[in-house]
């Protein structure tokens, strides 16, 4: 209980504050910052809500002060001129910091040629195609001649049965075409 009366007195404080300085300023004319229009509103109930709107309004000096109607920018502080001593050790500094960053410049120019030099000599060189053959490693070679000989036999073994098959096929032929020769001249007769 003691939180929300903290609140409540928070938010009450707040929205007296904001609607006090809604209004602070007024119609200086000449004499102070122009006029100022402010609204506040602000609300609080038990279910923790709030809200607040203000707006503005300047004018610059007023009336009767230099540069009316411009808007007050404020007084700069004066700065004091520095002493022989003192602009001196500012050159000074000024060109050791200048001569420090042309050093890491060319530092870094140096890096850059050098890390360039050795990711051009790690680069691989492009593919060329050799001029003899590809050879293959000598058991490599050597099994592939072996299933090369395999092969040729087999190939050979098959023409034969091939052709066989093609005699044989012949040989059927010959014999069916002698019977249907048979059959055609016995019903002639």
């Known amino acids: ?12 404080l707040s929205t007296v504050s904001m609607t006090a300085s809604a209004w602070w300023g007024g119609p200086w ?33 007023g009336y009767n002060q230099p540069n009316y109607g411009y808007p007050y920018y404020g007084a700069y502080a004066p700065v004091a001129p520095l002493s ?6 500012m050159e000074q500094q000024q060109k050791a910091f200048a ?7 060319q530092e870094a120019v140096e890096a850059q040629r050098k890390f360039a030099e050795q990711f051009a000599a790690q680069q691989p060189q492009p593919f060329a195609a050799p001029n003899a053959p590809f050879e293959l490693p000598a058991d ?12 040729e036999a087999r190939r050979v073994e098959m023409m034969k049965r091939v052709e066989a098959q093609r005699a044989s ?18 019903r002639e007769l």
Do not use: P
Not at 99 to 105: C, G
Not at 141 to 149: H, L, S, T
Not at 169 to 186: P, V
């Open 1 to 12: 209980m003691k939180k929300i009366a903290t609140l409540v007195a928070a938010a009450a």
């Open 29 to 61: 004319n000449g004499l102070g910052d122009g006029f100022g229009n402010g609204v506040g509103d602000g609300s609080f109930s038990m279910n923790f809500s709030g809200r607040s709107r203000v707006s503005g309004y300047g004018d610059g000096y």
């Open 84 to 89: 022989e001593e003192q602009r001196q050790a």
């Open 99 to 105: 001569e420090q960053q042309a050093k890491a410049m």
């Open 140 to 151: 490599v070679q050597a099994r592939r001649d072996e299933m090369q000989k395999q092969m």
């Open 169 to 186: 096929a012949r040989e059927q032929q010959a014999a069916r075409r002698q019977e249907m020769e048979t059959r055609h001249s016995a």
